[in-house]
C-alpha cells in the first residue's frame, strides 16, 4: 500500500505564491510517476501536473503553464508543487497522485493513478 499526504494549502490572495508539498510512504517512491490534480466545487477533477519517477521530465496544464512548478525530492519521499502568480481561478481542493505501475510515464488523467491522498485546500482571494 502507498500513503500520501497534502500539506501547504491555505489563504492566499491573488498574486501570492504557496508550495504545496505530498509525502509518500509505504513503498519504493523513485519507482513512480506521480501528479497533482485539483477539483473545484461543482467542477470536475482536474488535472494540474505530472513528473516522472526520476524528475526528468514533467508536464503542466496550459492554464498554470509559466506559474505552476512541480519537482520531486525522492531522497526525502516528497513530490512539490510550486504555484505562483496565483489567480481567484486556482481555489480547488489539491490532491497527489501516484501511478501504480513501475516506471510509467507521464498520466494526465485521473485514471492512470492509483494512489491518492485526501488533498489540501487551496483558496486564492481577489
Known amino acids: 500500500q502507498v500513503q500520501l499526504v497534502e500539506s501547504g494549502g491555505g489563504l492566499v490572495q491573488a498574486g501570492g505564491s504557496l508550495r504545496l508539498s505530498c509525502a509518500a510512504s509505504?513503498?519504493?517512491?523513485?519507482?513512480?510517476?506521480m501528479g497533482w490534480f485539483r477539483q473545484a466545487p461543482g467542477k470536475e477533477r482536474e488535472f494540474v501536473a505530472a513528473?516522472?519517477?526520476?524528475?526528468?521530465?514533467?508536464y503542466l496544464a496550459d492554464s498554470v503553464k509559466g506559474r505552476f512548478t512541480i519537482s520531486r525530492d525522492n531522497a526525502k519521499n516528497t513530490m512539490y508543487l510550486q504555484m505562483n502568480s496565483l489567480k481567484p481561478e486556482d481555489t480547488a481542493v489539491y490532491s497527489c497522485?501516484?501511478?501504480?505501475?513501475?516506471?510509467?510515464?507521464?498520466?494526465?488523467?485521473?485514471?492512470?493513478?492509483?494512489?491518492w491522498g485526501a488533498g489540501t485546500q487551496v483558496t486564492v482571494s481577489s
Open positions: 497522485a501516484a501511478r501504480g505501475v513501475k516506471g510509467s510515464g507521464l498520466g494526465i488523467r485521473p485514471y492512470e493513478y492509483d494512489y
Open positions: 509505504g513503498r519504493t517512491f523513485s519507482a513512480y510517476a
Open positions: 513528473i516522472s519517477w526520476s524528475g526528468g521530465s514533467t
